[in-house]
């Protein structure tokens, strides 16, 4: 069965044969509770039925080294700079069911050779764009699945671009490079990109590289924000 997105937080499949028509709706009460609803359809009789399922980790309950170094990786540093930009630009939570942490996700998504200067994989600081490049969230717990899943039919606005922040880690001298790239989400284009060095690798450094390469491609005229709650009005 194909299982296909229906909105931000849900999901539906199909299956048929065997004289019935089964249809499966998947939605995200919380990230980790699903809330599942089949109808059923064939033969002169409807069929309804619901199920709460919890997703788990596949690392879940197993031995310490069994665990793969990804799910290890120690992202406070990148959250804590990200905090920082967004303070610096004055971009709020457009509500209190949201918070900054839920605008942006980092991750390390490339392997790249080490050398003798550079630290290792370059790490990521992403942000997902709207429309008019206002910042959606990119998370949402239980009041922001329910407020998402209650928007009215095609108010929903879909990331078109993305804000990413590629970091890059230096030892000799102790020194962070980041690349501000504005990106097209459905061709992987680049449309504006602007690099920043600073000295240090810090939280504090690496918030002052994010607003000085952020400051440049605004100056080239693409601006970004403010946050939304993911509904277009």
């Not at 599942?36 to 879940?60: C, I, P, Y």
């Not at 209190?96 to 050779?113: G, N």
């Amino acid at each position: 069965m194909d299982i296909l997105r229906s909105a931000t937080s849900g999901w539906t499949g199909t299956l048929t044969g065997g004289g019935a028509t089964r249809v499966f709706r998947f939605n995200a009460v919380t990230p980790r509770a699903i809330d599942s609803w089949m109808d059923a359809f064939g033969g002169g009789m409807t069929v309804q039925r619901g199920m709460k399922l919890t997703l788990l980790n596949g690392t879940e309950n197993q031995p310490v080294d069994c665990i793969f170094d990804s799910d290890l990786q120690d992202f406070s540093r990148e959250n804590a700079a990200a905090e920082g930009f967004m303070a610096l630009r004055g971009l709020v939570p457009p509500s209190p069911d949201f918070v900054p942490h839920d605008f942006f996700r980092a991750s390390q998504v490339e392997q790249d050779t080490q050398t003798e200067a550079r630290k290792g994989d370059a790490l990521h600081i992403r942000f997902l764009l709207g429309h008019n490049n206002v910042i959606l969230p990119t998370a949402r717990a239980a009041t922001r699945f329910r407020a998402v899943c209650t928007a009215d039919e095609g108010t929903l606005d879909p990331p078109r671009r993305m804000l990413d922040f590629k970091i890059v880690e230096y030892d000799n001298p102790d020194s962070l490079s980041v690349f501000a790239r504005v990106i097209d989400i459905e061709t992987g284009k680049i449309i504006a990109q602007r690099e920043s060095q600073v000295a240090g690798s810090d939280a504090d450094a690496l918030t002052l590289a994010m607003q000085e390469s952020a400051a440049q491609i605004a100056a080239d005229g693409s601006t970004f924000g403010p946050l939304s709650d993911g509904v277009s009005r």
